[in-house]
């Protein structure tokens, strides 16, 4: 049984920052990507930020978070941030986490989705 578990998600005001976590549980064996993606009402879900490499951090952004979001990750604690600065009302959106990852008991690679997070920007 794996699960993704996000959490930072909240209301700001227009240029504000939101700090979103998201943490990996269960037999892990280990992580090869994780990644952003947020859906707006009405919008696909899209892509935000990704994160990958067994030796290193490899990261990837969307066009609109270039310059404003920053993802890490700290693989000791199975755990990926987003950190959101310059927020406009346009990020207003789920936030979801994902995954690909390997489980212990299977040895299989395989592709994860968190419950999803609210982050609200509007004055």
């Known amino acids: 049984q794996v699960q993704l578990v996000e959490s930072g998600g909240g209301s700001v005001q227009p240029g504000g920052s939101l700090r979103l976590s998201c943490t990996a549980t269960?037999?892990?064996?280990?992580?090869?990507?994780m990644r952003w993606y947020r859906q707006a009402p009405g919008k696909q879900r899209e892509s935000v930020a990704a994160?990958?490499?067994?030796?290193?951090?490899?990261?990837s952004y969307a066009g609109s978070a270039k310059g404003r979001f920053t993802i890490s990750r700290d693989l000791a604690k199975n755990t990926v941030y987003l950190q959101m600065n310059s927020l406009k009302p346009e990020a207003t959106a789920v936030y979801y986490c994902?995954?690909?990852?390997?489980?212990?008991?299977?040895?299989?690679?395989?592709?994860?989705w968190g419950q999803g997070t609210q982050g609200t920007v509007s004055s």
């Open positions: 994902n995954a690909v990852l390997r489980v212990l008991v299977t040895g299989q690679w395989s592709d994860y």
């Open positions: 269960g037999s892990i064996a280990s992580i090869l990507a």
């Open positions: 994160i990958s490499g067994v030796n290193s951090d490899v990261t």
